[in-house]
């Protein structure tokens, strides 16, 4: 697995295309064209993008509780005190749009994964 780039979103809605952009290696002004949006992405948007760049996307969505059980990669959804927000977790790091590269996961009430992996 290739080391993660962090990339802070562009724009206070756009955090799922910055962590498509953080797995892909693209820009992320590109991720938004390919999204059609630069606001909110939904799961589907983002199971698309990533068998877009070739990354499959479990159908299982997981509780996280602890960052020692996450997979190698995995696809976050949390609910932040501002809103429900798309992160980015790879071996040991949580790569997140709005919080910068952190050692834990950013404060949220609940924590969903969907593991990652290349095809």
Known sequence: MKKIKH??????????????AMITGEDVKKIIELA?????????????????FGFYL????KQASNISDMPDMALLSLETPKCWHWSLYVEGSVYDPE???????PVSNRK???EIKER
Request: proline share 4%; charged share 25%.
């Open 58 to 61: 479990s159908g299982d969505r």
């Open 7 to 20: 990339i802070f979103e562009p724009n206070p809605l756009a955090c799922g295309q910055s962590v498509i």
């Open 99 to 105: 919080y910068g590269e952190l050692d834990d996961f």
């Open 36 to 52: 059609g949006t630069d606001r909110e992405t939904t799961l589907s948007d983002m199971k698309s993008l990533l068998s877009y």
């Open 112 to 114: 969903y994964f969907w």
